[in-house]
């Protein structure tokens, strides 16, 4: 068999599976019974209702998480890139080491306040920390009042070196 034979009989096997997985796949699909209507669809559907409200919170959440680790090893990757290269001084090199460990610090302290914030009866938190500031986005069912505000901020305070002033609280809406 020549060069060319066996390369088309591979693009021919490849379509050929190809096909066939798009074809069950769209079988097994058409088959499926729909399970979202049986008895007492109301209350399901009101059920439903409510998982999609709370959904959409705990998407901010996820996204807000997501993209914060998606800065953060962006942030690593150059400053990693930054140490083994061989024309840097020496300085740079600290530099960049000095900046990882306090991504790494940041990272480990924005965990354990979300942690000790859910723990403490909260649906969701969500924490970003920087040089200067501390933010953290809370979800509360009965809102933030005062005391929650208080108690929040005694958690950060306890797991940071941040002041009440550099501490931002906020409620998803």
Known sequence: MSQVWKKRAVVAAVL???GAAVYLNWRYTDNVADTSKVLGQST???????????SLEDDYFA????????????????????????????????EASETLQVLAAYTVAEAQI????????????????????????VSDADGLDVT??????????NETSYTADQIKIMEAN
Do not use: H, P, W
């Not at 993209?67 to 001084?89: F, G, T, W």
């Open 16 to 18: 050929l599976f190809t």
């Open 44 to 54: 399901l559907v009101n059920s439903q209702e409510e998982a999609d409200s709370t």
């Open 63 to 94: 996204t807000a998480r997501l993209s914060r680790k998606q800065a953060r090893d962006n942030a690593i990757s150059m400053l990693k890139e930054a140490e083994v290269d061989e024309n840097a001084e020496q300085s740079v090199l600290n």
């Open 114 to 137: 979300e942690s000790l914030v859910t723990a403490k009866g909260y649906a969701d938190c969500v924490t970003f920390m920087g040089v200067d500031s501390v933010s953290v986005v």
């Open 148 to 157: 929650d505000v208080a108690r929040i901020k005694d958690i950060v305070i």
